[in-house]
């Protein structure tokens, strides 16, 4: 079965600080895909990221960084010096390896970020 | 380049009722998944349209359809509405070719079912 962790369920900060966001995923699929996705309170889901399975290098974008690792099944989210337009509910996500032209994407239960001024 | 695009914004309906949403893709996108997203939850995955066939379908029962159109659009339908039926749904579109891509979401049609 695959399914995606979310242990924090809210989280509170006071602007500028740094704050990170823990995702635990369960797949036997060898070839997945991990992204993270922002909900503000108007409902849309923007894209944050997508990594490979086979592409444990992490990433910094800007104040986003994001740190894979396959040998515990962790795909965690950074932000650096968070700002009060950080807040939100962010989601981590999985899609496996189901072949043809299926593209479902399996989320976690969200942690709602609260960044104060 | 147009984003996803969903509408109504809003919707209430009575139990018993039908329902239908609709969707538009992202330019140069292939492909629409629908996902419910009950309050406090993360995003069920319903099902996905691909060539205007159905390709991939979650735990939803049958009263849940859809249909994808020739300009890749697409429409969610849902009949015998329950009040557990109320939620955001959330269309998403992706550019499928030898591999699945990044899904891309529209802003979520509201439903309250009373």
């Known amino acids: 079965a695959q399914k995606v962790t979310q242990a924090q369920t809210e989280i509170s900060v006071v602007e500028k600080e740094d704050v990170t966001l823990d995702c635990v995923y369960e797949t036997r699929d060898t070839t997945y895909y991990l992204f993270w996705y922002k909900q503000p309170p108007s409902g849309e889901l923007v894209f944050l990221i997508r990594?490979?399975?086979?592409?444990?290098q992490n990433e910094i974008s800007g104040r986003y960084s994001w740190n894979f690792q396959k040998s515990t099944s962790s795909f965690n989210f950074t932000i650096t010096a968070s700002q009060v337009v950080d807040s939100a509910v962010y989601f981590c996500?999985?899609?496996?390896?189901?072949?043809?032209?299926?593209?479902?994407?399996?989320f976690g239960t969200g942690t709602l970020l609260a960044v104060q001024p | 380049e147009t984003g996803v695009t969903q509408s109504p914004t809003h919707l209430i309906k009575t139990r018993g009722q039908q329902v239908t949403l609709r969707c538009s893709s992202q330019?140069?996108?292939?492909?629409v998944s629908w996902y419910q997203q009950a309050l406090g939850q993360g995003p069920q995955f319903i099902f996905q349209?691909?060539?205007?066939?159905?390709?991939g379908r979650g735990n939803f029962p049958p009263r849940f359809s859809g249909l994808q159109f020739p300009n890749y659009s697409s429409e969610l339908n849902v009949n015998a509405l329950e009040l557990d039926d109320s939620a955001l749904y959330l269309c998403a579109s992706s550019l499928v070719t030898r591999t699945q891509g990044t899904q891309y979401f529209g802003p979520g049609t509201r439903l309250l079912v009373l």
């Open positions: 330019s140069g996108h292939n492909t």
């Open positions: 996500a999985l899609r496996g390896n189901y072949g043809g032209a299926t593209n479902k994407l399996i």
């Open positions: 990594r490979n399975s086979f592409d444990e």
């Open positions: 349209y691909y060539r205007e066939e159905e390709n």
